[in-house]
């Protein structure tokens, strides 16, 4: 399998992932073209990784900072993504995902990564716990009725 980092021209493959191996909502906030094109066009701000078994998209995540006018904390990044074909799920590759996204994060001296997760997604927490997030919040409701969200970060 290639991991690699994404483009436009892989939009269509990401949102068709999203679209099949995505948790369901309300629990999982599916990206749309448009939240997407804000990834591409900034790439001081955002990035995608993805993970192919030969040409198919069978991985992906993201992360961004300065996303919004509340969240322009200099070197604060949130993963705000990360979604494995349930076909290739158990074989670590979520976790291949998460670790290149630290990587390039460390490249661009984060001083914190941050994520959210459905308290019901017992699969993610494990995998970030696994790999030096720590919970620091819950919150009731933050997508609207019954989306609750874990708050983790990455110790250290």
């Not at 448009?34 to 040409?55: Q, R, Y």
């Not at 996204?101 to 001083?111: A, C, E, R």
């Not at 941050?114 to 919970?135: D, E, H, R």
Request: hydrophobic share 35%; glycine share 8%; net charge positive.
């Amino acid at each position: 399998m290639k991991i690699r980092q994404l483009c436009k021209s892989d939009i269509a493959s990401i949102i068709e992932l999203e679209k099949h191996h995505a948790p369901d909502k309300p629990h999982y906030v599916r990206y749309d073209q448009k939240t997407l094109l804000f990834i591409f066009d900034n790439p001081d701000d955002c990035g995608a990784i993805g993970l192919f078994d030969k040409e198919r998209l069978v991985g992906w995540g993201a992360y961004r900072t300065n996303w919004s006018k509340y969240n322009a904390e200099c070197g604060v990044y949130e993963i705000s993504s990360i979604v494995v074909d349930t076909t290739y799920r158990r074989q670590g590759l979520g976790e291949r995902i998460l670790n290149r996204i630290i990587d390039d994060l460390k490249k661009k001296k984060f001083t914190k990564v941050y994520l959210t997760v459905s308290p019901l997604n017992l699969g993610a927490l494990i995998l970030y716990v696994k790999n030096g997030f720590i919970i620091y919040d819950y919150k009731a409701n933050v997508y609207g009725e019954g989306a609750d969200r874990v708050f983790l970060k990455l110790a250290g």
